[in-house]
């Protein structure tokens, strides 16, 4: 049996080459994005979706106005929105098919990917390429590592987009939910 501490080392070293070779010129693109938009909205399946709605919840408590896809109090998507789209293929139909709308209600979208050129890259006003290459075996490997990655990396842009929204962590901490259930 593996041991903990040598599989933790392995995920740690696989997570830092990626996120290590994403580009920093589309992360600036994001968070441009992200900055300017009225509202944001998210997107992803399963895991991704999980990892993205954690995002959300930080966007949150940073003051950003977020809504996540599908669920029932969504408010509709309007031209100064954006998008936030978690994909590794960046094909999947159901997504694409709600990226394309998003696009036309004037929405700019964000894609994280760990494809280069797919369908929703196509539509895409910015995409953060998760470089996967090599550091898989596996299409469950693969999705494990691109849904890790995307964690890490949207978590490392917290404390960059509270900076630039001028967010102390008392303002992050006075946005957190206040009515829960263990409490």
Known sequence: MTKFRSSYKRTLSRLQTVLLNVEESKIRSMLSILLKAKRVFVLGLGRSGLVLKCFAIRLIHMGFSVAVV??????????????LVSSASGKTKSTFSVVKRAREY??????????????????ASA??????????????????????????????????????????????SANHANLEIWG
């Open 70 to 83: 599908g669920e029932t109090m969504a408010p509709p998507a309007k031209n100064g929105d954006a998008l």
């Open 106 to 123: 004037g929405l700019q979208v964000i894609l994280i990917s760990a494809t280069r050129e797919s369908p929703m890259s196509k539509l």
């Open 127 to 172: 995409i953060v390429h998760i470089p996967l290459e090599g550091l898989t075996n596996d299409d469950y490997d693969r999705s494990t590592l691109f849904e890790e990655s995307v964690f890490i990396l949207c978590e490392a842009l917290v404390p960059i987009l509270a900076k630039e929204k001028y967010i102390a962590n008392e303002m992050m």
